[in-house]
């Protein structure tokens, strides 16, 4: 009995004890400047805000994984779907895009849609398979015939500078949710499809539609200038050069003792961080008390036997599609976020590599099904991730220090670099071995 209560009494303060050290590390990279740590606030915190996305990111997986056992290896896809709201919702329009081909391509949309809802109303009632061939070959020649030139047009118009139709001028805040209303439409489309078979199928499919969508943001310039990048995305927080400008806050920074310059910096991470920090607290509130729910329990029922919970009457397949979306929704809140953090949309920086894979090590490292877990090991994947390229070459250079010159050492020099994939499966595989449940496993 007294083991129980020992071992009750440290899972209580392991999740405290574990966020106080991570903590100590953010402060230490904050205030100490060695070969280990920056000594930089500007760092510091630029590393805590990627840490706080990546966390929101991971407790959308975690919902998904955790709650339900669905395996999204298309994380990136629906990351790069909510970055894509920022350009169409804060964005200014490009008047003279519009003139050039907006109605047409609003016209071939509208086309695209009203196909499809045809499409399906005809299968509904005839299922008949030459019908729907037969609708679908005309609705995309009326489609093509709309929408190619419709894009010529709109590529045409500055491309240095434009070639695309812009966005709506609204407020940056509103595009986080719209970003999550992207994902949680293209998760739908791909849940209709692939929850109703086996699961593997769900992996196979988010693996190859989150390529395409990466792939289709590359090629349409005329969406978000395609690889040619969008730069210039509004923030929700003040600007550096405004705050440098302002003789208010250049006293109220030299009073703290530092520059303008530095002081701007911090003070721009910092506002950046509580609404980081707002949107990650409410989203774990939602998830807890949806967690905590009879929602919840027939969710981890379901996970757990999914015989079973046939057998007593669940829809699986319907709840399934119920996480699945929700959980890709908050998985495009956060791409949205990041594309607002870093004022630019490029789509060649959506690696699954990291927007993937690193997703799920964070997930697997903290404790896939307990929210707390997905944030810790988010938040403490994120920082090794920086961490060790910096640590990875000292490191290699210590180590080879009495090796005579040669080819070895000039090879092990140069893979230092590569220090960081090295030290993600190494985590990952100690993690797996003394931890299995993760830092902070489910209850």
């Not at 893979?415 to 299995?436: D, K, Q, W, Y």
């Amino acid at each position: 009995m007294s083991n129980t209560r020992q071992s009750a009494g440290y899972s209580a303060w392991r999740a405290p004890i574990l966020f106080a050290i991570l903590a100590i590390l953010f402060v230490l990279e904050g205030t100490v400047r060695n070969s280990m740590f920056s000594g930089s606030w500007n760092t510091s915190l630029a590393i805590l805000n990627m840490g706080l996305l990546s966390a929101i990111t991971a407790l959308g997986v975690n919902m998904q994984w955790g709650y339900a056992g669905l395996f999204n290896v298309g994380v990136v896809g629906f990351l790069a779907l909510g970055g894509l709201a920022p350009v169409l919702v804060s964005l200014p329009p490009v008047e003279n895009a519009w003139q050039a081909g907006g109605s047409r391509l609003l016209a071939a949309l509208a086309v695209g849609v009203g196909v499809l809802a045809i499409a399906k109303l005809v299968w509904t009632r005839t299922r008949s398979g030459l019908a729907i061939t037969a609708i679908l070959i005309a609705g995309f020649v009326a489609y093509r015939y709309l929408f190619d030139p419709a894009v010529i047009a709109i590529e045409a118009n500055n491309p240095s500078r434009h070639g695309n139709i812009g966005g709506l001028g609204l407020p940056v805040l509103l595009s986080w949710m719209v970003g999550g209303l992207f994902a949680a439409v293209a998760a739908w489309a791909i849940g209709k499809v692939a929850l109703g078979l086996r699961s593997d199928y769900l992996a196979i499919a988010t693996l190859g539609i989150g390529e395409i969508i990466v792939a289709v943001m590359k090629n349409e310039d005329w969406l978000a200038r395609g690889v040619k990048n969008i730069t210039s995305i509004p923030r929700p927080v003040a600007y550096e050069v405004d705050l440098q400008n302002n003789p208010d806050f250049v006293g109220f920074a030299q009073s703290w003792g530092f520059q303008a310059a530095e002081a701007s910096g911090i003070w721009v991470k910092l506002s950046y961080m509580t609404l980081f920090l707002v949107v990650l607290l409410v989203l774990i509130l939602l998830a807890e008390l949806a967690l905590k729910s009879p929602w919840g329990r027939m969710m981890r029922a379901i996970r757990d036997n999914e015989t079973a919970a046939e057998a007593m009457g669940k829809d699986v397949t319907r709840r399934h599609l119920q996480v699945f979306i929700l959980g890709s929704a908050v998985i495009g809140i956060a791409g949205a976020m990041m594309v607002t953090l870093d004022g630019l949309l490029t789509p060649t920086s959506y690696n699954p590599l990291r927007y993937t894979f690193l997703i799920w090590v964070m997930v697997i490292v903290g404790g896939s099904g307990n929210n707390w877990g997905a944030v810790l090991g988010a938040v403490t994947i994120w920082f090794l991730w920086i961490k060790v390229e910096v640590w990875g070459p000292a490191l290699i250079g210590l180590l080879t220090a009495t090796l005579p010159d040669g080819p070895l050492k000039l090879h092990l020099l140069d893979s230092a670099p590569h220090m960081r994939f090295i030290a993600m499966g190494l985590v990952l595989l100690l993690v797996l071995r003394f931890a299995p449940r993760g830092l902070l496993p489910e209850k």
